[in-house]
């Protein structure tokens, strides 16, 4: 399920982001007034215990010992409220890196600690990055990640280009282990019989398999551990494949960097 931001009003869902103007101010009401962050914070909660699917005003009322209706008064929709979840959890990361070990080992942390946040929340990585959010905090992401990056000394049309490329890099790994995780879930069957079924299947149907992919084979040669589980498995082997991924793209910044001084 793919999510697109900014489908709310706008104006109402910029200035809540922004914190611009009474946007972001509680009303009055029958009982205590509740904040804008309080509400965002409920919300985070469900969908990190349950996914985006779970999400409703109805829920983050509930969680908050009031209707959904009376979230209204604060936040003007779902549409809205998702939009400022993706942002404020992103405010959970570091605003600025530490350069003094230079440029690699600062976007090595960075792209490390962005794949870590989007395996906390992954429901994150159903925001559409076709539509940005446009928010403060996701615009400090990637201040973040160019303040790293200019240090090579690339010029800005490379430089958008590997700002992209690490960025896209870093989601579509962490995009990998969620979706494993997810995967038993949403399809009724455990990752374990998936793969035990469909692994001796491929057996029978495809007994030269080897033989026919040999690079491929080669490549993917390491078994599972004894007793390890699919998940497991796989998440390890993704770990590994990131690692590896990230020194080759930090290898190709360098090759340009060579290139182009």
């Known amino acids: 399920m793919v999510v697109y931001a900014g489908q709310g009003d706008p104006r109402r869902s910029m200035a809540l982001l922004w914190r611009a103007g009474t946007a972001a101010e509680p009303r009055p009401g029958p009982k205590p007034g509740l904040s ?25 009322g509930e969680r908050l010992g009031r209707s959904g209706m009376a979230l209204y008064t604060y936040v003007p929709g779902k549409s809205e409220l998702i939009d400022l979840m993706y942002d ?3 405010a959970s ?19 490390r600690e962005v794949r870590a ?53 870093v989601r579509g790994s962490a ?15 455990p990752d374990e019989e998936w793969w035990r079924t469909r692994s001796a299947v491929l057996a ?28 497991a498995y796989l998440e390890r082997k993704s770990g590994q494949a990131f690692e590896h991924g990230l020194v080759l793209v930090l290898d190709g ?6 290139r182009l001084s």
């Not at 995009?175 to 069957?189: D, H, K, N, P």
């Not at 026919?212 to 699919?230: F, I, M, N, T």
């Open 36 to 60: 804008v962050d309080e509400i965002v914070d409920a919300a985070i909660a469900i969908a990190d215990a349950d996914g985006m699917a779970a999400l409703s005003m109805r829920r983050v």
């Open 204 to 231: 029978e149907v495809a007994p030269g398999f080897a033989g026919r992919y040999p690079a491929l084979s080669r490549v993917d040669s390491e078994p599972p551990r004894p007793g390890e589980e699919p998940v």
């Open 88 to 90: 404020r959890a992103l």
């Open 175 to 189: 995009a990998t282990v969620a979706e494993t995780r997810q995967a038993g879930a949403e399809t009724g069957v």
């Open 117 to 169: 946040f989007y395996l906390r929340h992954p429901w994150a990585l159903r925001l559409s990055q076709a539509r940005p959010v446009l928010g403060p905090n996701e615009f400090t992401l990637l201040e973040s990640l160019a303040a790293i990056l200019q240090e090579t000394g690339l010029p800005p049309e490379v430089l958008r280009g590997a700002v992209a490329l690490l960025t896209d890099f």
């Open 93 to 111: 990361l570091p605003a600025s890196y530490d350069l003094s070990g230079g440029w690699r080992a600062a976007a090595s942390a960075w792209s």
């Open 253 to 258: 910044l360098e090759a340009a960097r060579s």
